[in-house]
Structures are given as C-alpha cells and as structure tokens.
C-alpha cells in the first residue's frame, strides 16, 4: 500500500497543439510500471523500444533507465525499469524526466513531477487526471510524419489520401481525448510477457 501519490504531467514534445496527459501514480511503482502508465495514458501500444533519462543525484550524472539489450551494453549501459523506484530518483516536485517511445520514430515526452502527494484511501491508482489530443498512430513517422499524416486526412482530395486512410483502418479525431476511455493494464503482467 502506497502512502503517497506522484502526479504527472506528460507531454508529447514537438506537438502543436501540445499532446499532453496527466497521471496519479503510487509511490510503489518503479520506472517499469511508470512506462506501462504511460503507455495507457497516452495511447501508445507498448510494441517498441523505450528509456528514461534521469538524473542519478548521487553520482551527478544521467543514466539511462529502460529494458537492458546486450547488444548495446557496452555502449549505453541501462538501468533495468523494474529495478529503478521512481522515489529513488524523483524526490522533488518540479522535477523532470525525459522519455522516448519508439527509437525509430523517437516520440520525446517531457515528464514533469507536478505533486507528491497524501494517497486518498480507498482510491484506485493510478489514475488519468485529464489531457488533450489522440495520440498519433503507432509507426507514422515522429511529429513530422504525423503532421504530414494529419496534412493528408484534411485533404479528402490528395493524392495519399485513400492510402492513409486504409493504413489508419477507419477515421482519425485528432482533438478527441476522454480520461475516462483510459485503462490502465497491470505492469507484473505486461513484465511477465517480456521476460519470458
């Protein structure tokens, strides 16, 4: 049981106009589970590549926080998610975090560590607090491509316009967000398919 509740608000860098959520989360939870929050709040799908970037207090330094790949240990050795408490790294409000989702497309977001505070018994986290704007599609491309991807859907008349829209599998609100259409799924559960 959590005492204490971190909230924040996570922005989708680069967005105009800002993609951003604002999550409660335990004081329990590690990087892992943050990611997977993050993840559901935002919309994503969970099927590429991530790392955090935060700064390690006591030896002033960043480190990389995310799911280790030996190929590349030797050149950016990272910390495993599930091993990282989020409260030995984020002790003040104020404080940010970067994250990237996707090192192909390289969705940056910033995290910002808004409140520390008491946990309300009896409620549920974590919790979606609120946001604004749909998430872009998975694989379009980074900001670039989804702005081109949203310069194509409001032009019924070009030329890649029926393509997008049989990729995309239906229609695209891009100022449709609704805290209460996010679920938010287990992170031992999401771990446990990973580490298989």
Known sequence: MSNSIYQFKIELKDTDPLIWRRIAVPDTYTFWDLHVAIQDAMGWADCHLHNFKVLD???NKIITIGIPD???????????GWEAPITNFLTEEGEIVEYVYDFGDDWEHKIL???ILPA?????YPLCLGGERNCPPEDSGGVPGY???LEVLADPKHEEYEAM???LGGDLDPDY???SDVKFEN???????ILR
């Open 120 to 124: 309300v018994q009896g409620k549920k």
């Open 57 to 59: 207090a006591v030896e």
């Open 113 to 115: 560590l808004e409140s």
């Open 147 to 149: 702005d081109y991807l």
């Open 177 to 179: 967000f609704d805290c």
């Open 165 to 167: 829209t049989d990729w």
């Open 187 to 193: 992170p031992k559960k999401r771990l446990k398919k």
């Open 70 to 80: 030996e190929e590349f240990e030797e050149e950016l050795p990272v910390v495993p």
